[in-house]
């Protein structure tokens, strides 16, 4: 049981780190968004407690497919219009090529621009994280 929890917790852990339309999401953002402690989420991502039901009907609200959760079978999105939309933008988001800036390039941008950049790195410099990782692994 204790490692079916531990899986249960690995994927919502998955899930939490692309669902900021792709990027990661915080656990204080996550928790706010599922009406749950920050506590309770890390405790449900390390296998600590399982999932109650009110948290797996707050997953599929917000797009989540909650078979995947559970069990680790079918698409991580839910068959849902909330599934659907960040289905769509997580995909972009694996679209992402590194583009080389200036510095001055920095400069002429606005707030939301620079927001959306550094999102764009941060999110291919984990993949590269990822991608080292699972070659030691092997």
């Known amino acids: 049981m204790k490692s079916e929890q531990k899986d249960i917790g690995n ?19 996550f928790s706010e968004l599922l009406g749950e402690s920050k506590f309770n989420i890390a405790n449900y991502e390390q296998g600590k407690a399982n999932i109650p039901n009110r948290t797996i009907n707050a997953l599929y609200a917000i797009g989540i497919n909650p078979i995947y959760i559970i069990s680790g079978e079918g698409d991580k999105f839910a068959p849902n219009l909330k599934g659907k939309d960040l289905k769509e933008k997580c995909s972009k988001v694996q679209d992402i090529s590194i583009e080389v800036f200036e ?30 990782s699972e070659r030691k692994s092997k």
């Open 103 to 132: 510095l001055d390039d920095f400069e002429n941008m606005t707030n939301e621009e620079l927001i959306d950049t550094a999102n764009k790195y941060q999110s291919v410099a984990g993949n590269i994280i990822k991608m080292l």
């Open 11 to 29: 994927r919502l852990k998955e899930i939490r780190k692309i669902f900021n339309n792709g990027y990661k999401c915080s656990l204080e953002q």
